[in-house]
Structure formats: C-alpha cells, structure tokens
T-cell receptor
Framework: DQQVKQNSPSLSVQEGRISILNCDYT??????FLWYKKYPAEGPTFLISISSIKDKNEDGRFTVFLNKSAKHLSLHIVPSQPGDSAVYFC???????????????FGKGTKLSVIP | KAGVTQTPRYLIKTRGQQVTLSCSPI?????VSWYQQTPGQGLQFLFEYFSETQRNKGNFPGRFSGRQFSNSRSEMNVSTLELGDSALYLC????????????FGDGTRLSIL
C-alpha cells in the first residue's frame, strides 16, 4: 500500500512559468515532509522541507504548501528554468512514533521537463 | 565539504553470489540509512544505523544486512543474490538519528546476471 503518492508521472512546463508538483499521503503519523530532486546517474538532492506545524515554507524559487486536512502537499517552482528539469520525489517521515526510526517514505516521483 | 561517498559506483554480479557495498557519510554525520531504488517499487527503506546499532529495518529478507563502524562508515551486504536484487542502492546520512534532511550519495548500481 503506497503511503505517499505522486499521481503525475510527468509534467511539462514552459520556461518562466510556474511548475506545480503534487503529493498525497495516507499515513496520519507523518509529520515532516521533504522534496528531493534527482538527475540521472546522481543521488537525490534535498530541496526543501516542511514540518506539520506549518502550512507553507519558502526558499528562493521553491515553495512547499501543506494541507494537513487533505493530506496533500505541493511544490511550486517560480519561475521554472530548464535546469529544473529532473525527477522530483516527495518524501515523508514520522518523527514522533516513538519507534526510534525516522525513515523516509518516498513517492514514485514526477519527471519535470522545463521547455525553453 | 565532501558529500556522501558510495563505492563502488557500478557492480555486476551473478545469481547466488554475495556483495558488499560501502558508504562514507558526510563528515560529522552519525546516522546512516540505506535505500533501494527500482523502477517498479521506487525508493524503499532498507535499514538505518546510528552509533553502530541498527535502529530499524524495512521489509526486506534476511539476505540484506548491514553494519556501521565506529567512524560512522557503513556497509551493506546482500547474500545469495537474485535477479530481482538488481537496483540502485542509495546511502543517506544525517547529523543524528532522526535528524532531517537526510543527504544522499550517488548510489551503487548493482546488476545481477
């Protein structure tokens, strides 16, 4: 059972426009969320994160929004640049389970293509 | 500052063999986690180590094992390799157990013939 879902395998956006990547989760114990970017032949690179006590976090061109009631988060990239073309993974962690583990549960990724 | 280093980058093995993969975390990071990435299952958690102790393990058979050394470097071992073990194995490190974000290495691409 997929606890973190990225329902769009791919997304194409024109350079300069906004890219919106979506992620849904089912486990209500998740309280920390991260976005990673991955280029071919490289490991995932951390982009931005958000704690469940917030509903928005911003870092430069990247903003993550969290809607806890809908169990939904999104990553906005404005403006989109060709160098943003990569696979984006949403990940979630449960930091208060008491199990002593903070493993990341990943979605299957969305491939973003930014067209010049 | 050096990132997470994984060796080797590529490995080819045959069914039934065993393999050991190595991971050196970012300097000062004490927690190491391992993940398996396949086209069908995506990124899946294997296990996490902190202070030379396995803190948690994902849903993988006992053929998958690991350890962590006193300098925080970690190794994972897969015995009796199967075709389905072909995957990208990623190591991630963080400052302490439970600290986020985890920072990933570039992985070891394991191919089983």
């Amino acid at each position: 059972d997929q606890q973190v879902k990225q329902n769009s395998p791919s997304l194409s956006v024109q350079e300069g426009r906004i890219s919106i990547l979506n992620c849904d989760y089912t486990n209500s114990m998740f309280d920390y969320f991260l976005w990673y970017k991955k280029y071919p032949a490289e490991g995932p690179t951390f982009l931005i994160s958000i704690s469940s006590i917030k509903d928005k976090n911003e870092d430069g061109r990247f903003t993550v929004f969290l809607n806890k009631s809908a169990k939904h988060l999104s990553l906005h990239i404005v403006p989109s640049q060709p160098g943003d073309s990569a696979v984006y993974f949403c990940a979630a962690s449960a930091t208060t389970t008491g199990a002593g583990s903070y493993q990341l549960t990943f979605g299957k990724g969305t491939k973003l293509s930014v067209i010049p | 500052k050096a990132g997470v280093t994984q060796t080797p980058r590529y490995l080819i093995k045959t069914r039934g063999q065993q393999v050991t993969l190595s991971c050196s975390p970012i300097s000062g990071h004490r927690s190491v986690s391992w993940y398996q990435q396949t086209p069908g299952q995506g990124l899946q958690f294997l296990f996490e180590y902190f202070s030379e102790t396995q803190r948690n393990k994902g849903n993988f058979p006992g053929r998958f094992s690991g350890r962590q050394f006193s300098n925080s470097r970690s190794e994972m071992n897969v015995s009796t390799l199967e075709l389905g073990d072909s995957a990208l194995y990623l190591c991630a490190s963080s400052l302490e157990a439970g600290a986020q974000p985890q920072h990933f290495g570039d992985g070891t691409r394991l191919s089983i013939l």
